[in-house]
């Protein structure tokens, strides 16, 4: 990686500058880049649990999605814990049934 300063052509930032690279890891610097600029570094993308129905004793009779929004910091333990989540709205207290998809 290389980094310029286009105003003077100065490297403000070097390594492994010689190495080859796939384009598709430097075309995620300028997306990075303009999600910065356009959103602002305290920016956050979101995940919603969005429900269509009715809650009645703690269970959903009706629909429960989960909207997802890009969030790069969901992974994989954050996922289970979300699935699990999912699993006890849609089952209910004491596993419960509610009903929708």
Same mark, same amino acid.
């Given at each position: ?8 052509? $100065?490297?403000?930032?070097?390594? !492994? /500058?010689? #190495?080859?690279?796939?384009? /598709?890891? %430097? %075309? ?11 959103? $602002?570094?305290?920016?956050?993308? !979101?995940?919603?649990?969005? /429900? #269509? ?11 429960? &999605?989960?909207?997802?929004? $890009? ?12 699935? $699990?989540?999912?699993? +006890?709205?849609? &089952?209910?207290? +004491? ?5 929708? /998809?």
């Amino acid at each position: 990686m290389h980094v310029l300063d286009l105003s003077t052509g $100065g490297t403000v930032y070097a390594f !492994e /500058a010689d #190495r080859p690279r796939i384009v /598709a890891s %430097n %075309n995620k610097l300028f997306t990075s880049s303009a999600a910065l600029v356009r959103l $602002g570094p305290g920016y956050l993308l !979101e995940t919603a649990l969005l /429900a #269509r129905g009715s809650v009645a004793d703690g269970v959903l009779d009706g629909d429960l &999605a989960v909207v997802g929004g $890009g969030d790069p910091h969901l992974q994989a333990p954050h996922r289970r814990r979300l699935a $699990g989540t999912v699993a +006890c709205l849609r &089952a209910g207290p +004491c596993g419960r049934r509610g009903s929708g /998809a």
